[in-house]
């Protein structure tokens, strides 16, 4: 293991603790995923099922093991997803209020949320280009939120399909999760957040790779998600069926879950935008690489199971990779 990686693992706030272990749980979820079934033993109530049943939802629970009926009261619609919006954008728009208002007005963030975030592990560096570069990642988060809330309710056309009432609750508390993650990432002097320089004056070159990087793939998502939006629809935009089609155009031409991917490129462009050194959030990326790619795995054996005519050159996750 190299010595700065060491060093950072052992300065791990509680925060990164948290983003390490989901990463790594969901690293052992896609590795098992892929293991040879008869590694795990068979039957309704065996492991197999109930992990399969977990990680599966929407479309993929179709392609998994036989169900048992019991498993069902677990179930919630999938297009509770919008649920998951709903409180990013309040919550994460309550915490970028506050941000702004210590930034241009001097006010300190609330005496509860303080003490929330010294709790979990808040930085109390001084680094001048740290302020703006949390401020940037929460403005978007908070937008990147606030689009796929409106894809959700304008423009996702939802089938009956479910989601397991865990990944319902974890979803919920993952869109609190990583707004605190963002706002304990602003250095803090005593009670007050420490600005350093002006905004404009801390303005880099990887702020502006992160914004670019964002947008593109906020755009190339937003894409994709119209494309499957479309495959149940007429010309006139009325929705005709609820079937599950093979998708063209944008990045499906390479991947099967470009959605997934250009997840991931979101991420990464925020980690750009914090300057590639935040290591608490490149913990967050590497959770969110793993746990994108096992839907896009699963994403990907559905359409082959499915559709014998299926591109054979397609990935599942990565263009031309994996």
């Known amino acids: 293991m190299a ?14 603790a948290l983003w390490l272990i989901l990463a790594c749980a969901f690293l052992l979820a896609l590795l098992l995923q892929t293991a040879p079934p008869s590694l795990f033993p068979r039957g309704p109530l065996a492991l197999s099922t109930f992990f399969q049943d977990l990680i599966r939802y929407g479309k993929t629970k179709s392609v998994g093991p036989q169900r048992p009926s019991s498993y069902e009261v677990f ?12 409180i990013s954008v309040v919550w994460n728009g309550f915490l970028l209020l506050c941000l702004i208002q210590a930034l241009f007005l001097g006010t300190p963030f609330p005496g509860w949320l303080q003490d929330l975030l010294r709790k979990l592990g808040a930085s109390q560096m001084q680094g001048d280009e740290l302020v703006l570069s949390a401020f940037l990642v929460l403005v978007f988060l908070w937008l990147h939120s606030l689009r796929r809330l409106f894809e959700c309710l304008f423009i996702s056309v939802f089938s009956g399909s479910v989601i397991h009432v865990v990944q319902y609750g974890f979803g919920v508390s993952y869109y609190v999760i990583i ?66 089609r093979i998708p063209f155009g944008d990045w499906f031409e390479y991947v099967s879950g470009p959605n997934y991917f250009a997840e991931l490129m979101i991420y990464v462009s925020l980690a750009v935008t914090f300057g590639f050194y935040n290591f608490t959030w490149w913990l967050v990326v590497l959770y969110v690489l793993f746990s994108q790619a096992l839907a896009a795995v699963l994403s990907h054996r559905f359409y082959l199971s499915k559709f014998d005519s299926y591109p054979k050159h397609r990935k599942a996750y990565v263009p031309f990779l994996f």
């Open 75 to 86: 179930d919630v619609p999938k297009r509770w997803f919008c649920h998951f919006y709903v």
């Open 3 to 16: 010595p700065w990686l060491g060093a950072a693992l052992l300065r791990l706030s509680p925060l990164g």
């Open 179 to 244: 707004g605190l993650t963002v706002l304990s990432q602003v250095p803090v002097d005593g009670r007050n957040v420490y600005v350093g320089k002006s905004l404009l004056m801390q303005t880099r070159w990887f702020h502006i790779l992160g914004m670019i990087m964002y947008i593109w793939s906020s755009v190339h998502q937003h894409r994709c998600h119209v494309i499957l939006a479309n495959m149940r629809k007429n010309d006139s935009g009325k929705v005709i069926h609820s079937k599950y």
